[in-house]
């Protein structure tokens, strides 16, 4: 089969590669579309050391069942899926606990950060257990659903918030997961939506996509700012979906007493943190790792309507075509969301 192959940091090859081999608690499918993720492009210079060459990345992804492996059950060859970009354990103490992201020993599509490697979906064919896979919906495009992965990142970092309605929110980074963040905020009934970004044009797709309040986040006066529109006290959840010491603290520069700010963002392994800020003001600060069930409430989203996300992809492109896209979005060239791949 073709596929799209970080062969080393800074240089993709679109090759030929052998064919995926299941297992008998696997499928295989056949990819129809595949996103780039912001992590991916983080990934493919090595600054994040969780995508060690060579490997197939993309974890994003959709398609169509054309093997079943002996021990799958209730799948048939033909059905229209998407999958979990997390492979865990079903035996694992916090799978059973109802925390399969946190699961020892999982792996993730398309990451190999050292002790193991796991080949993504950049490519014709992809084998995937039975147990992370999601069927779509007749109304749910292939495309669409190449976005499920990371609209149910962006819940589950809701969901974790615990969001009550009329909460003032405010959501550092307007990229492709802060987008899905600001649409599900307001979903799920969240009062004033915040949006930072230290990109103009960023912060125009976050007031299309429903943000109350826009700022740029160079902006002197955005703590004064935010506080006028939150009673003097700053907000009651800040999101952080970059993962910069300069974001992180930034999150945590708005949030009120006793808020809550919740971690997304990933880019970078360390960052400084302000500890008497967080402890003075005994703030709850969480981490938001992937998915944990996310999947059917996303998908049944997209199929009524309720969550856009045609409105995110800037361009669909063969998957030949992929180290062209992965250097324009590594180089910051254009105003380019999300990029799907087709092979």
């Known amino acids: 089969m073709k596929a799209l192959v970080l062969e080393e940091y800074n240089k993709m090859v679109y090759k030929e590669v052998p064919d995926p081999v299941i297992s008998d608690n696997e499928v295989l499918v056949k990819v129809m579309a595949c996103?780039?993720?912001?992590?991916?492009?983080h990934g493919f210079d090595g600054s994040t050391g969780r995508r060690i060459?060579?490997?197939?990345?993309g974890h994003e992804a959709s398609g169509v069942i054309v093997e079943i492996g002996k021990a799958v059950i209730d799948w048939q060859v033909g059905e229209r899926v998407t999958f979990d970009s997390t492979v865990y354990r079903l035996d694992d103490w916090f799978t059973l606990k109802g925390?399969?992201?946190?699961?020892?020993?999982?792996?993730?599509?398309?990451?190999?950060?050292?002790?193991?490697?796991?080949?993504?979906?950049?490519?014709?064919?992809?084998?995937?257990?039975?147990?992370?896979?999601?069927?779509?919906?007749e109304a749910v495009t292939f495309e669409q659903a190449a976005l499920v992965e990371g609209a149910a990142v962006a819940l589950h970092a809701i969901n974790l918030a615990g969001v009550n309605p009329g909460d003032i929110c405010c959501v550092t980074g307007s990229g492709t997961i802060g987008l899905l963040i600001i649409k599900l905020l307001k979903i799920s009934g969240a009062g004033k939506v915040i949006a930072v970004d230290t990109s103009k044009k960023s912060l125009a797709r976050a007031k299309e996509a429903g943000a109350d309040n826009t700022y740029i986040a160079d902006d002197k006066e955005l703590g004064d700012k935010i506080k006028d529109l939150s009673?003097?006290?700053?907000?009651?959840?800040?999101?952080?979906?970059?993962?910069?010491?300069?974001t992180v603290n930034q999150a945590i520069d708005v949030v009120r007493k006793g808020g809550k700010v919740i971690l997304v963002g990933n880019a970078s392994p360390l960052v400084q943190f302000p500890l008497q800020k967080i402890v003075s003001g005994e703030l709850n600060v969480l981490g938001s790792c992937a998915i944990c069930g996310e999947y059917p409430a996303i998908l049944n989203l997209i199929n009524t309507g309720k969550l856009r996300v045609d409105d995110q992809i800037s361009?669909?492109?063969p998957l030949s075509e992929g180290a062209v896209w992965f250097n324009r979005l590594y180089n910051k060239e254009g105003d380019l969301s999300k990029i799907i791949l087709v092979p």
């Open 53 to 57: 060459p060579p490997l197939i990345m």
């Open 35 to 41: 996103g780039i993720c912001g992590s991916d492009v």
């Open 231 to 246: 009673g003097g006290r700053g907000v009651d959840i800040s999101f952080e979906a970059v993962g910069k010491s300069e």
């Open 315 to 317: 361009v669909i492109a």
């Open 99 to 137: 925390m399969y992201n946190l699961s020892d020993n999982r792996e993730v599509l398309g990451v190999s950060p050292g002790p193991w490697r796991r080949n993504g979906a950049f490519a014709e064919y992809i084998s995937i257990p039975q147990h992370i896979l999601h069927r779509i919906p």
